[in-house]
């Protein structure tokens, strides 16, 4: 069974740029999450999808952060404009449905300029 | 709301030597606890969960944990500690009726094993 897929593995940019990611979850989960992980500190959740709909994403900066999972399977993350503080590793999981065991992927390491 | 503490940063290990690693849970009801390991340039790989039932939970690779209600703690346990376990762990607890949602992580606890 393949796992969550996530694109570009890497990505430099300068402040004030726009950045998309990319992920792909395990075939048939339903629920989709979106984690934001900065060095040295433990990932921190940003948006979840339930198919396509928005479950909580009471931590997404939403003045320049941006999701979206329109067909329920595919979803990317934007970053636009990016900050520097915007440097992290953004980690995309997903789970068969809400409640169950979540499976991430490699993960996007962004640094921001 | 729900926070997780790890206390150590990081922590050496001799290859073969046994190994806990501490996790300390704050959360109001009861609470659904993880352990996932993170090897560099990884995703998160889940080791072992407890939800209900018995205290001790085995896991993956030879880890367990238990859960101690009394001291709001769920470490992490091997006997015997191999070179591939050198990795960054993370604690995580889970709240609501569904008990995955809204994990909250702890800072993670780099491991190191050393010949």
């Known amino acids: 069974e393949a796992g969550v897929a996530q694109s570009p593995r890497y990505k430099i940019i300068e402040k004030r740029q726009s950045v998309a990611f990319w992920c792909n979850p395990i075939?048939?989960?339903?629920?989709l999450y979106w984690y934001q992980q900065i060095l040295g500190q433990g990932p921190k959740l940003l948006i979840q999808?339930?198919?396509?709909?928005?479950?909580?994403d009471s931590q997404l900066p939403k003045d320049r952060f941006s999701a979206e999972r329109l067909k329920g399977v595919d979803s990317t993350l934007k970053i636009q404009p990016a900050k520097l503080e915007d440097s992290a590793v953004y980690l995309c999981?997903?789970?068969?449905?809400?409640?169950?065991?979540?499976?991430f992927g490699p993960g996007t390491r962004l640094l921001v300029l | 709301a729900q926070s997780v503490t790890q206390p150590d940063i990081h922590i050496t290990v001799s290859e073969g030597a046994s190994l806990e690693l501490r996790c300390n849970y704050s959360?109001?009801?009861?609470?659904?606890l993880f352990w996932y390991v993170q090897s560099p340039g990884q995703g998160l790989q889940l080791l072992l969960k407890?939800?209900?039932?018995?205290?001790l939970v085995q896991g993956i690779k030879g880890f367990e944990a238990e859960f101690k209600r009394s001291q709001s703690s769920f470490n992490l346990r091997k006997p015997s500690v191999h070179w591939s376990d050198a990795a960054e762990y993370f604690c995580?607890?889970?709240?609501?009726?569904?008990?995955?949602?809204?994990?909250?992580f702890g800072t993670g606890t780099r491991l190191t094993i050393i010949p």
């Open positions: 999981a997903s789970s068969l449905t809400q409640g169950e065991t979540q499976y």
């Open positions: 075939s048939g989960h339903a629920t």
């Open positions: 999808f339930q198919n396509n709909g928005v479950v909580d």
């Open positions: 959360y109001g009801a009861t609470p659904y």
């Open positions: 407890y939800f209900s039932g018995d205290t």
């Open positions: 995580a607890v889970g709240a609501s009726n569904f008990g995955n949602e809204k994990l909250t």
